[in-house]
């Protein structure tokens, strides 16, 4: 018997119900762009279309999920489609460019996002994709455990979970339907890359030791974290627009900043509350 998959804009593909996935699994895990990973690991969980597992009912795992593949692989796309229908998500949209996602995204707003991290101009696609549907909640795949740059990168591009290229297929249902339900997922490799990374920028931020400031110094500090103009400082201690910048200029050398921006934030951190001085 054979079973049709309409995605959103207009792909259709066709498998054979008696086929087993993990036959084709087998063969693609072995490429370096697949972004399942070892999904070979976990055989037991692909049982042609269907899931055998205890205590899930009829209605499937991901009932009721709107799910978008954004992968320029056609034959990986089509498996995930296949492979997630099967869980009970309505069929997913399907994207492998700019044109397509924006496509995908005005067809229906969609929960999660997947994002496979080996297609071309992935960071855009990514970036892109949390512009155009702010509300929905994204997964990376393909990332390697020990790729610090991709994993903080894919952090500060705002999304919701990870999913390893030594990760299974039921990690990668577990994400979805934990990002799906508004929470977070990733690895203990990636949450230690993540946190070295935010000590790293905690320390960075830090004064130097020994740091001293004039009551001079603070006055401006205070004024520049109060957003205020070197002629507004100027005006409010009575003194020329020059030696405020002069003033400035020493604050951001002693602070080891470059901008009045980035001295204005740290002075939250480095100035005693007001009423206390």
Known sequence: MNRRYVDRVGIVTASDEGSKPFQVASALQSHQFWPLGDLHRRPSSLRGVERHREGVDEVGLLCGARILIVDDCKLYRDYLVALITSEGSVTPGVAWDWASLVAAV?????????????????????????????????????????????????????????HLRSETLDDLIMAIQK??????????????????????????????????????????LRMLEAGLSNREIADQLCIAVHTVKNHVHSLLTKLGVTSRAQAAALARTILPAENSL
């Open 106 to 162: 005005e067809m229906s707003t969609p929960t999660v996002i997947l994002v496979n991290m080996r297609t071309r101009d992935s960071a855009m696609l990514l970036r892109q994709a949390l512009q155009l549907s702010p509300s929905s909640r994204v997964v990376v795949l393909g990332v390697s455990g020990d790729d610090e740059s991709e994993i903080v990168g894919c952090a500060e591009a705002g999304v919701a979970g990870y």
């Open 179 to 220: 990002v799906g339900a508004g929470g977070f997922l990733c690895s203990p490799a990636v949450s230690a890359i993540l946190l070295n990374r935010i000590s790293s920028l905690a320390a960075q931020r830090q004064p130097a030791k020994g740091l001293v400031l004039t009551t001079r110094e603070v006055q401006i």
